[in-house]
């Protein structure tokens, strides 16, 4: 199994990314996905989950509600999350992986998302 991230980057308060998850070694479209983030001396938090695309449903964290939107693609095993309205407490790590609402798997190298003016 593995988990590719990328599209993070340093970005001002109120702007926008979307970040990216390549995963691999597993039945993706029969596998809810998840975003976490871990900023520096925190854990690692939960930030978005999505289900299988059929009958699909999605769950946030309440300090992203409303500004971050997870997505999926089964064609080419990847998940999304398009981050709006940034915030510098949204500064972090961001990692993927399988499951809802939880981690079933071994973590990738995640991708840094720096919001700062």
């Known amino acids: 199994v593995q988990f590719v991230e990328s599209g993070g980057g340093l970005v001002q308060p109120g702007g926008s990314l979307r970040l990216s998850c390549a995963a691999s070694?597993?039945?993706?479209?029969?596998?809810?996905m998840t975003w976490f983030r871990q900023a520096p001396g925190k854990e690692r938090e939960l930030v978005a989950t999505?289900?299988?695309?059929?009958?699909?449903?999605?769950k946030y964290a309440d300090s992203v509600r409303g500004r971050f939107t997870i997505s999926r693609d089964d064609a080419v095993n990847a998940v999304y999350l398009q981050m709006d309205n940034l915030k510098p407490e949204d500064t972090a790590v961001y990692y993927c992986?399988?499951?809802?609402?939880?981690?079933?798997?071994?973590w990738g190298q995640g991708t840094q998302v720096t919001v700062s003016s």
């Open positions: 992986n399988r499951g809802w609402a939880m981690a079933l798997e071994n």
């Open positions: 070694g597993f039945t993706f479209k029969r596998s809810a």
């Open positions: 999505i289900t299988v695309s059929a009958g699909i449903s999605t």
